[in-house]
């Protein structure tokens, strides 16, 4: 109980503490990041050679804990030294101890955003009843921008529990009561999947994937309906600016797709942080009251 009092009393404590679980959360973020993915294709090339009645394949075992961290050149197991949040990547000189392979810096830099942004959950909730799923859908939201940065997926296994999570907490009115959490759940995923309907009867092309309706739906579950029509202008914005971006800097063609779910975490985020504050500040200059 004495942590507890201590980290109740003690804001800059305790913002350096959940600065400090944030990065060591990170650091399996990045498992969860790398190999998740991976598990999914090899789930469905299993359901593909069972719907085809193919033999099956003997494959290696991989999930989130199995096998243990080992460097992809050489294959050397990862020590306990070697795998300290951000600061082993940087004495390493982001290589391998052993044989000198790069390290991608996706490692430091996903562990140094899982610290940046459970430290401003800890500011901005303090200890509070809100502060640990907070905490929760920041991490979710961050594995989740940078799995669709990877390979345009958002996994149902963390958009799903992410959904009923929301809608779970919805019932103690953590962030948002129980009906504006069903209605913002409801409401998130029919608006993008009308959108994605619409485009496709028009262009004959789909503009976004399902992930992004379940993504949305989740975040109208965690923060009300309220939240949503900040959360998709906020996305859409950037994610137009950034798209232009890539097309004049990189030449980046107009038809290669791109992947909107780490614009919805973001905007989903800074909902979570700034929301109100944000929907207050425009109501007041609008003269809307």
Known sequence: ??????????????????ALLGLT?????????????RMMEMAWKR?????????????????????????NGCGAPI??????????????????????TPISIQYPLVEAAAGAVSAVCAWHFGWSVQL??????????????????RTQLLPDDITLPL?????????????AGTQDALIGAMAGYLSLWTVFQLFRLITGKEGMGYGDFKLFAALGAWL??????????????????VGLGLVLLRRQGRDIPMAFGPYLAAAGWIAL?????????YLDNSGIH
Do not use: Y
């Open 163 to 175: 959904l009923w999570l929301g809608l779970g907490l919805s019932m103690w009115s953590v962030f």
């Open 47 to 71: 359901e593909c050679r069972e719907i085809l009645e193919l033999p099956a394949i003997e494959e290696k075992r991989l999930s989130l804990v199995f096998p243990s961290s080992r460097c």
């Open 224 to 241: 009300g309906w309220q939240s949503l029509p900040l959360i998709i202008l906020l996305s859409s914005v950037v994610g137009a600016v």
């Open 79 to 100: 020590r306990a030294w070697q795998n300290v949040p951000v600061l082993s990547w940087l004495l390493l000189r982001g290589q391998c101890a052993r044989c000198k």
């Open 1 to 18: 109980m004495l942590l507890f009092d201590v980290l109740r009393d003690n804001p800059p404590f305790l913002w350096f503490a959940t």
């Open 273 to 281: 942080i700034w929301g109100h504050e944000i929907t207050a500040a």
């Open 25 to 37: 959360v990170g650091s399996f973020l990045n498992v969860v990041i790398l190999r998740l993915p």
């Open 132 to 149: 640990l799923p907070a905490l929760v859908l920041s991490w979710a939201l961050l594995t989740l921008a940078v799995i669709d940065l």
